[in-house]
């Protein structure tokens, strides 16, 4: 399966979310479905547990950007870690590099980050990393090349950042820390983890 580059709108309202950040259109239409023909019985209908299950895996999917093999590498990798599984994934899928940079306010969203990650705008403690699922570690520093800090799009999207308690930010020199992974209260994404867990453990 290739990465989803459709509309985002669509995906949002399918499950009721504004799951790729602020959408005027998904708050226009965010209490009807996808499709033409809006809700209708068999959409209505309720879903099974499996069902439930397997929207919310895809719903942290979306979310993060991450395709079918590399969530189940991550879930694996989770499993074997110390600590509640479901808290493990989510703390590392927030630990990508192309995650960090959108918390860091370097993209408005994550797809810009791993855009801006895969095109060598981003350095990790010094050097160029352009792998946008490269997992950051306690202290690593994750900054804008030099020669990237004038991009006007970089400018823009670091005007309205946000701050998160698990990372510090130097706007001076353009550069953050990933200070340690964040506790899942930190967290602020809508996603029911157990429900990954359950599916994955059937």
């Keep these: 399966m290739a990465r989803y580059i459709g509309p985002k709108t669509k995906i949002a309202r399918k ?30 209908a309720k ?7 397997l929207t919310e895996k895809q719903k942290a999917k979306y979310t993060y950007g991450i395709l079918e093999r590399q969530f189940a590498n ?10 509640v599984t479901g808290e493990v994934l989510l703390q590392l899928c ?25 095109h060598r705008h981003i350095t990790v403690n010094g050097e ?3 792998i946008p699922s490269y997992s950051l570690k306690a202290g690593d520093v994750v900054a804008i090349r030099e020669k ?13 950042k946000s701050n998160y308690e698990w990372l510090q ?5 353009k550069e953050g820390t990933f200070v340690s992974a ?9 996603i029911k983890e157990q429900l990954i867990v359950e599916l994955y453990s059937k």
């Design 15 to 44: 499950f009721g979310a504004a799951i790729f950040g602020d959408d005027k259109n998904f708050e226009k239409r965010k209490n009807q479905p996808p499709g033409q023909h809006g809700p209708n019985k068999r959409r209505g």
């Design 47 to 53: 879903k099974s547990e499996y069902a439930v299950q």
């Design 74 to 83: 991550l879930y694996e990798k989770a499993q074997r870690a110390k600590g």
């Design 94 to 118: 927030e630990s990508r590099l192309d995650n960090v940079v959108y918390r860091f306010g370097f993209a408005k969203t994550r797809a810009a980050a791993r855009q801006l990650v895969s």
């Design 128 to 130: 160029l990393v352009n």
């Design 148 to 160: 990237s800090k004038s991009l006007e799009v970089i400018a823009d999207s670091l005007a309205s």
């Design 169 to 173: 930010y130097n706007d001076e020199k």
């Design 182 to 190: 964040p506790e899942r209260i930190q967290i602020p994404e809508d």
